[in-house]
């Protein structure tokens, strides 16, 4: 994978870059990720706060309550509205980063579902994933799968 990797909003007036190595990429089926993305799930990309330096444009912060009672902040481009980022529950450190945000979305491959217990009755993955009721209460074993997967792609891009 490259050193860095960019992405933006819709219009292109908010441009950022991201380092560094991102963390497990989840799928969630919360309901707010739901309305979030005007479909059946959302995505997240966990990535260290001082890996993500915005290059362009200027973000608007709303607040909301999330499914787990938790206060998450949420971070769009005032202009189209694409959400970019949100806080994250791993702590201050971390941002959830929309991957299609992502300039290049070809490497991205999920390894988990969160809040399962919402999907839409429909939708089913052809791809093995991990799966969570909720919140997931083991984050080795997403840790353990993301690290896997980029082994097998390594060997794949030789």
């Known amino acids: 994978m490259p050193d860095t990797r960019t992405g933006g909003c ?30 059946a799930f959302g995505m997240t990309l966990p990535v260290a706060r001082a890996d993500l330096r915005i290059l362009s444009g200027d973000l608007k912060e709303w607040r909301r309550l999330a499914d787990s009672d938790r206060e998450v902040a949420c971070w769009f481009c005032p202009d189209c509205g694409t959400r970019l980022y949100h806080s994250s529950l791993l702590g201050p450190a971390y941002w959830h980063l929309k991957p299609g945000t992502l300039d290049d979305t070809g490497w991205l491959k999920p390894v988990a579902e969160v809040w399962a217990q919402s999907a839409q009755p429909w939708l089913h993955f052809s791809d093995r994933l991990l799966s969570f009721p909720r919140e997931p209460d083991d984050i080795p074993a997403i840790t353990a799968r993301w690290e896997s997967r980029k082994g097998r792609a390594r060997k794949i891009g030789k």
């Open 10 to 39: 819709q219009c292109g007036a908010v441009r950022y870059e991201l380092s560094g190595e991102p963390l497990p990429l989840v799928i969630c089926h919360c309901h707010e990720c739901q309305k979030q993305t005007s479909s």
